[in-house]
């Protein structure tokens, strides 16, 4: 592989791979993602897979623990998910695989051996467009989970509340170049898990995790360095982090005349370095064999299809529907990270339909990246919140009945789905006057007041900065209901005339 045409972008390096060029060398990053598949019971057992906040080893079952006599059998929902997931991916689903024993010792693995696809995964190649960046994956395969260790002082403590959860490791072929690259092809996999309604995709939770490969080389090298894998990442950030300091490490040492070590290393966080864990000079003989106790996976084409039929909208789908709007790309960004609001977003488009309906669109995009996705807000339960009583208080809004401050309020009464925003603004007392007839009479009574007549003289002056004078003493006799525009122009007649 020639390092000169990096990203697939053409023979120029992207602004994501400019800054790398300066000290002469590219790194080339391939990235493996653990996906928890969102099952009610583990992989193999009928365990209950939710352990957040459980309390260490409650949920688990005689078959994580490895008890004798034990045998698996295997959740249909995990392949169920993996499919959709695959099918997000752009990737072939292989109708025929086969799970396999893969051998090591760790303390939280008490079988001796993780079941895992290796000859014959259940996803075959694929694709992610990453922000422009197309990342080819390799394949995609299920396979169990371990355990959890937790070392305190001296001492470590097992946890399997995790053995045996269900996973599709996601191994995606080396095609980017710069930790922007992987940050959003790492941002894309958790969107499309989330939205194939595959995996809660939680990083806190662990439902993501991260292993980075990296190596790098001279710019225009028929020949890629030796790569470093940095373990078990758990945030975007670490995994921009790890990128950028790994590159300078090994840049550092290959100025040196130094080698790079193949070897597996972890992230710190609070030290903001990799760290070396283990060796990987020598391939690992993890001696696989095919798994006696599960039968393989035979799908008919009719149930890949009927999943396929019935996917919901990917991310790419609201990006395009969305397009004619003119959005720019961080309130994209933001809308999409909530797949509720993104969803909404889409029906309140596809129910008012483009060009149409553009301003009352805009209005509510408006809403959701200003208001519902605010940092006091974006915690809120949004399912709530009917796409008729956003279109109605957009239209009230767009009408001039209520102003901002009047419609946020009404806004943030919606989140229970009870009460139309009509009924709301009139219980509230927030509906604005319009009606010119109603209006002229406040007017008036405020061009008659002795302390208007500066403000009125100014006006004719040609002053008409002073108009703000008058419509807040407009808004002041009405209470807060005048429409402030509506009262600007009558004040403006009346004076002129």
């Not at 800054?19 to 493996?32: D, F, M, R, S």
Request: glycine share 6%; with cysteine.
């Amino acid at each position: 592989m020639s390092l000169n045409n990096v990203n697939g972008r053409g023979s120029e390096a992207s602004k994501e791979t400019e800054k790398y060029l300066i000290y002469g060398y590219l790194p080339t990053i391939g990235i493996e993602c653990h996906v928890q598949l969102a099952t009610k019971t583990k992989l193999f057992s009928g365990a209950d897979n939710d352990a957040r906040e459980a309390e260490p080893n409650s949920k688990t079952s005689p078959i994580d623990f490895a008890l004798p006599g034990m045998l698996p059998v295997l959740n249909k929902e995990a392949v169920r998910l993996a499919v959709r997931l695959g099918l997000a991916l752009n990737a072939k689903i292989n109708l025929r695989s086969r799970f396999d024993r893969k051998h090591y010792f760790y303390p939280d693995l008490p079988k001796g051996y993780q079941i895992s696809q290796f000859y014959q995964p259940i996803i075959g190649a694929g694709w992610v467009d990453a922000g422009g960046l197309k990342v080819r994956v390799e394949h995609a395969h299920l396979e169990e989970d371990a355990g959890k260790l937790t070392h305190v002082g001296g001492a470590s403590l097992v946890d399997l509340n995790r053995a045996g959860t269900p996973l599709l490791e996601i191994v995606s072929m080396p095609d980017m170049h710069s930790a922007a690259d992987a940050k959003a092809y790492c941002l894309e996999l958790q969107r499309l898990a989330i939205y194939a309604g595959a995996s809660d995709a939680n990083l806190y939770y662990g439902n993501m995790r991260f292993d980075v490969n990296i190596s790098v080389a001279k710019q225009g090298a028929k020949k890629l360095g030796t790569r470093a894998e940095i373990k078990n990442l758990n945030s975007f950030r670490s995994v921009e982090r790890a990128v950028e300091y790994e590159f300078e490490r090994q840049v550092e040492l290959l100025e040196k005349g130094e080698k790079v070590k193949q070897e597996t290393r972890g992230w710190s966080e609070a030290k903001g370095k990799t760290l070396p864990q283990r060796s990987k000079e020598e391939a690992q003989d993890y001696r696989y064999m095919p798994e006696p106790d599960v039968p393989p996976v035979v799908l008919s084409r009719k149930f890949v299809d009927e999943i396929k039929a019935n996917m919901p909208l990917l991310p790419e789908k609201h990006r395009a529907c969305w397009a004619e709007l003119g959005l720019s790309q961080s309130v994209v960004e933001a809308i999409l990270d909530n797949l509720i609001l993104a969803q909404k977003l889409t029906t309140v488009i596809q129910k008012l339909g483009l060009p149409e309906g553009r301003e009352i669109a805009k209005i509510i995009t408006n809403w959701f990246a200003n208001i519902l996705l605010s940092e006091e807000n974006a915690a809120k339960d949004f399912h709530q919140l009917e796409v008729e009583a956003l279109i109605e208080l957009a239209e009230m809004t767009a009408e001039k009945q209520l102003n901002s401050n009047s419609a946020k309020d009404i806004l943030l009464k919606l989140l229970d789905g009870k009460k139309r925003p009509k009924a709301l603004a009139e219980e509230m007392n927030l509906l604005q006057v319009s009606d010119s007839g109603e209006l002229e009479i406040i007017v008036d009574k405020v061009l008659g007041l002795p302390e208007s007549a500066q403000a009125v003289s100014d006006i004719k002056a040609g002053q008409m900065k002073a108009i703000g004078f008058l419509v807040g003493q407009v808004m002041k006799e009405s209470k807060g209901k005048a429409n402030p525009s509506v009262a600007s122009e009558i004040i403006r007649r009346k004076i002129n005339d």
